[in-house]
DNA sequence: CCCTGATTCGC
DNA sequence: GCGAATCAGG
């Protein structure tokens, strides 16, 4: 493949919208994301930002959003692989199915994330789980693993790390248990067990 | 480990 | 000009 006027183009387009280098290599298909990166280069559309020129050159960033929670949370529904941003699913008091978000993702290439991390917690915490919501195995379950957490930081977590958040944000004491997690599940098996349950044992449960 | 972009250098 | 290999970093 060779940068065609169009491929430049799309590159050129991507770039500015803050896609990665892999993301429009795979765009693009038939490169590499180093060969965008060469690309980028030669072409002097890499970095700019340095304060004053910046103004004048910069290309129109994606504009402020008007209502930062709800603006993160409609920008959730990623591409394919939501990259490093983690879908935040804070273990509420009841870790319902999250709105049984079973879709098998069809869109193919909707909404792109323009490198804007995703903070862990806003300002209220959101009460964990209590005792009387789990069972008396699972809660067992989760504080021995809890102890063997690696104490992950947000920027450490994989999709195969453990997401469930320990600790409060608010303090140092905080951190992501970070054990392996069950395969295409966003926690360990200790966790999965108190943020999925049946409808039916929670019923139960309840007083 | 996974991913980022930056740089180098033979082609 | 190109991009794999490598580097530096989160």
């Known amino acids: ?24 290599a795979k765009e693009l298909g038939g490169v590499t994301r ?4 060469g690309k980028v280069h030669r072409l002097g559309l890499s970095n700019r930002v340095e304060g004053e020129e910046a103004a004048a050159a910069a290309p129109v960033a994606p504009a402020p959003e008007p209502a930062p929670a709800a ?26 199915p999250e709105t049984a978000t079973a879709e098998p993702e069809p869109a193919p290439q909707p909404v792109f994330i323009p490198r804007r991390p995703i903070v ?4 209220p915490l959101p009460p964990q789980p209590s005792a009387n919501e789990i069972s008396p195995e699972a809660l067992a379950s989760v504080r021995e693993v809890e102890k063997r957490a690696r104490k992950l930081t947000l920027m450490e977590l994989t999709e195969r790390t453990c997401k469930w958040p320990i600790g409060d944000p608010a ?8 054990l392996p997690a069950q395969a295409g599940k966003p926690y360990c098996e200790a966790h999965v ?3 999925f349950q049946p409808m039916s044992a929670r019923r139960d449960r309840r007083r």
């Open 1 to 24: 493949m060779s940068w065609t006027d169009d491929r430049v183009e799309t590159l050129k387009r991507m770039w500015g919208e803050g896609q990665s280098a892999s993301q429009i």
């Open 34 to 37: 180093n060969a965008v990166i």
């Open 71 to 96: 603006a993160a949370a409609a920008a959730a529904p990623a591409t394919d692989r939501p990259a490093r941003a983690v879908k935040a699913e804070p273990p509420a008091a009841t870790p319902e």
């Open 120 to 123: 862990p917690a806003g300002q």
């Open 171 to 178: 303090t140092e004491k905080f951190w992501f248990c970070g």
């Open 193 to 195: 067990g108190v943020a």
